[in-house]
């Protein structure tokens, strides 16, 4: 009985969440739909829901609880997305961008990793006696050190292979060249393969921001062929996915 109040406790707060000052827009495309109030809003949903993925394969919390425990990977595509069309956006819009991006972007993420690993591999050297030899292998083979990093340590990769992409090349059709290549050699050579088809969420939200205006023009006039295709396809894909490998990132 606790374990079901606890989960619809749960389900009803993640609902607050989702709809807390949403607003209903008329039959058309809002133009700023990506802006950037709208995506953070939308990453700390997919963060909740992630958390609660994680949650849900330890702990039954009732039927309503059940549904995140297929939508973690999800969840973390649709990260991947605004990730890379938050970077491309960026560099076609703001001044010198790349000139600052190890700084503002990849700082922002590896310190703070940086010093989870210090905990770990501290406790972990402690308790079960981790060796560099461990610590090394354990990145090689998908599965690092700190729980459920795999995200992070992706997207410090995916940005590095951007900034080389686009830091030192004035020709954005030969730096996305450079980085189509990259992305591929990541997907073809990537240890990680239980989870890297979420990657390619990353990639298609660089040209969502490289071609936003062509993409918003088709949404406009095609909007309702679109939807329902759209929605077509991921159910398909959602329902092969699931049969072949019974969930997963």
């Not at 209903?24 to 609660?52: H, P, Q, W």
């Not at 921001?209 to 095609?222: A, N, P, V, W």
Request: hydrophobic letters at 50%.
């Amino acid at each position: 009985m606790i374990n079901y109040v606890l989960g619809s406790s749960f389900i009803l707060l993640f609902l607050v969440m989702v709809f807390y000052k949403a607003k209903v827009f008329r039959y058309n495309v809002n133009g700023n739909y990506l802006c950037l109030e709208n995506t953070n809003s939308i990453k700390a949903i997919c963060a909740v829901s992630v958390m609660l993925h994680h949650i849900s394969n330890e702990v039954y919390l009732g039927p309503m609880f059940l549904p995140f425990q297929m939508v973690g990977y999800l969840m973390v595509s649709v990260f991947f997305f605004y990730s890379g069309y938050g970077l491309m956006y960026s560099l076609l819009h703001k001044e010198n961008y790349m000139k600052s991006f190890i700084k503002r972007r990849m700082s922002r993420l590896l310190l703070p990793y940086i010093g989870a690993l210090i905990i770990y591999v501290g406790v972990k050297a402690l308790f079960y006696g981790f060796s560099v030899e461990n610590i090394i292998n354990s990145f090689i083979s998908g599965s690092p050190i700190v729980d459920n990093s795999w995200f992070i340590v992706t997207l410090l990769i995916l940005y590095l292979m951007f900034w080389l992409s686009f830091r030192f090349i004035r020709s954005i059709k030969v730096s996305w060249i450079l980085f189509s290549v990259l992305f591929i050699l990541l997907l073809a050579g990537y240890k990680f393969v239980y989870w890297s088809p979420s990657i390619i969420s990353f990639f298609v939200g660089t040209i969502w921001g490289y071609r936003k205006e062509y993409i918003d023009r088709l949404l406009s006039t095609y909007s309702i062929r679109v939807i329902i295709g759209l929605f077509s396809a991921f159910s398909l894909c959602f329902v092969i996915r699931h049969r072949i490998s019974g969930g997963g990132y």
